[in-house]
């Protein structure tokens, strides 16, 4: 047997949704392409897209989440490539003050959401 998966989604849990919503928008033209609440309104599940791949990054909240969620050492990330001027694109995060860590021999910097994950930006 042969299994071929396709990616689908990653996940963020974050605990100020319509803010991570705004960031997401905001920073890198993602939109809410569904939802999905509990009946008893203990999670609230918000998919982000692109509007080319059907990818999407969901982000999960928990009503009952007060506390920063534990990134440990942060040694992952999501990348997303922007498309048009990337270092226009990369003075916009600066401008937002989001850039958390720029590599410029590599050609690459990462910026980092209200709940702190990264997110490394490369140009299309």
């Given at each position: 047997?042969?299994?071929?998966?396709?990616?689908?989604?990653?996940?963020?849990?974050?605990?100020?949704?319509?803010?991570?919503?705004?960031?997401?928008?905001?920073?890198?033209?993602?939109?809410?392409?569904?939802?999905?609440?509990?009946?008893?309104?203990?999670?609230?599940?918000?998919?982000?897209?692109?509007?080319?791949?059907?990818?999407?990054?969901?982000?999960?909240?928990?009503?009952?989440?007060?506390?920063?969620?534990?990134?440990?050492?942060?040694?992952?990330?999501?990348?997303?490539?922007?498309?048009?001027?990337?270092?226009?694109?990369?003075?916009?995060?600066?401008?937002?003050?989001?850039?958390?860590?720029?590599?410029?021999?590599?050609?690459?910097?990462f910026i980092n959401d209200p709940d702190g994950y990264w997110i490394?930006?490369?140009?299309?």
């Amino acid at each position: 047997m042969e299994v071929k998966g396709k990616f689908d989604h990653f996940n963020f849990n974050v605990l100020d949704l319509e803010k991570s919503i705004q960031f997401y928008e905001k920073a890198l033209g993602l939109k809410e392409v569904r939802r999905k609440t509990a009946s008893d309104g203990s999670f609230i599940l918000v998919y982000l897209g692109d509007g080319q791949s059907n990818f999407t990054l969901e982000l999960t909240w928990l009503r009952d989440r007060t506390e920063p969620y534990d990134l440990g050492e942060g040694e992952y990330h999501l990348c997303l490539r922007v498309p048009g001027d990337y270092d226009q694109v990369r003075e916009f995060h600066r401008e937002m003050g989001c850039i958390c860590y720029e590599n410029r021999d590599m050609g690459l910097y990462f910026i980092n959401d209200p709940d702190g994950y990264w997110i490394e930006i490369l140009p299309l």
